[in-house]
């Protein structure tokens, strides 16, 4: 995982995420084939929810995403299934994916599981206007967005070794009962009136067919691409922590919920003029999607959106407990936090437009 130029998206390991460099690389060098110290590391200011590091050995480099240390809730911060679809992409597919080394589930190495992958040297893009590229490049960029995604969505689980990933029905029920279930226990970080109308609305109004599972990655988004720097090629998709078996739907209406958002703490595309940017519109996004996954269309996009908007307030929602019990790992921690309101209110907006 990179961005380029790595000092300019790493800093000095945060207060709290420290970790003991030679306890570590001693476990290295005994997982990791050719690994030799001595070890540096830096933490990246991305990695939300799972603290992610720069490795660096005079060598090469590595990528480390741990759980964070702390109180957690069950279900979350699931470095270990990261590292199992990581590596059965690697292994059997042409997903984009970094190649994973380690799992070490041995808290007494830095406090925490953790895994190690490869350091994929290329640049992420951080606002979804793709300012760094000429106009005339970025609808390519959008275009490999999609196609990396769909790539993914074609996969057959069972053919990876990932029948078992989750289960091959009922997935939006089961991620609405999950993220309100969520919502309650962390009662720290307080109610929201529109996620209570959403939480009542959403189950009551699913769409009458499912379409057939796939693996879906669960935070798709520009951001979480790491592109080759020189060309539209997506080189690795990242932070996998939301992946499952589920509805591709929802996995593609959540990479198009930029177009219905303003940027609050994700940057939003609405209201912006795409034409004058040189960005392919929503309805575009759709016909591309459609055309590599052999689908006629995609109903139910306005549910689809309110759900994804939901599952996304909830997750500022989670972040806004950790920051008021001390566990958040970001820098921009506070900021998601402040947008539960503005994003539940966006969610049941679109609940009330379908």
């Known amino acids: 995982m990179s961005a380029g130029a790595d000092a300019d998206v790493t800093t000095e390991v945060r207060a709290g995420m420290e970790v003991d460099v030679a306890r570590l690389a001693e476990y290295l060098a005994g997982a990791v084939a050719g690994f030799r110290g001595p070890l540096t590391l830096r933490q990246f200011r991305g990695g939300q929810s799972n603290p992610t590091y720069l490795l660096a050995t005079p060598q090469r480099q590595y990528v480390l995403r741990r759980k ?60 979804a206007t793709l300012p760094e590229l000429p106009r005339e490049a970025r609808g390519d960029y959008y275009a490999a967005a999609v196609d990396a995604l769909a790539s993914l969505h074609r996969v057959d689980p069972a053919a990876v070794g990932l029948a078992d990933f989750g289960r091959a029905s009922g997935y939006l029920p089961r991620q609405i009962a999950r993220w309100s279930k969520q919502y309650h226990e962390d009662e720290a970080a307080g109610r929201v009136p529109s996620m209570d109308r959403l939480i009542e609305w959403l189950p009551r109004n699913l769409p009458a067919t499912e379409p057939p599972p796939a693996i879906v990655h669960g935070d798709y988004r520009l951001d979480n691409l790491m592109f080759d720097p020189g060309a539209p090629r997506v080189l690795a998709i990242l932070d996998w922590e939301l992946s499952t078996i589920g509805d591709p739907v929802a996995d593609f209406a959540y990479y198009l919920m930029k177009y219905r958002m303003p940027s609050l703490a994700l940057p939003g595309l609405a209201g912006r003029d795409l034409a004058a940017l040189g960005i392919p519109t929503e309805r575009d996004s759709v016909a591309a999607y459609c055309a590599h996954t052999g689908r006629e269309s995609l109903p139910d996009l306005d549910f689809y959106m309110a759900f994804c908007m ?45």
Request: proline content about 3%.
């Open 68 to 127: 964070p240390p702390g109180q957690l809730l069950a279900s979350a911060h699931a470095v270990d299934r990261e590292y199992r679809v990581l590596a059965a992409h690697g292994a059997h597919t042409d997903v984009p994916v970094a190649r994973t080394y380690a799992l070490c589930t041995d808290e007494s190495v830095i406090g925490s599981w953790f895994y190690v992958m490869e350091h994929v040297a290329g640049r992420v893009y951080w606002d």
């Open 310 to 354: 939901f599952r996304l307030a909830g997750i500022f929602h989670g972040i806004r407990g950790r920051v008021l019990r001390g566990t958040a790992v970001s820098a921009r921690a506070r900021e998601y936090a402040a947008n539960v309101e503005v994003m539940a209110d966006l969610a049941w907006a679109q609940a009330s437009r379908g």
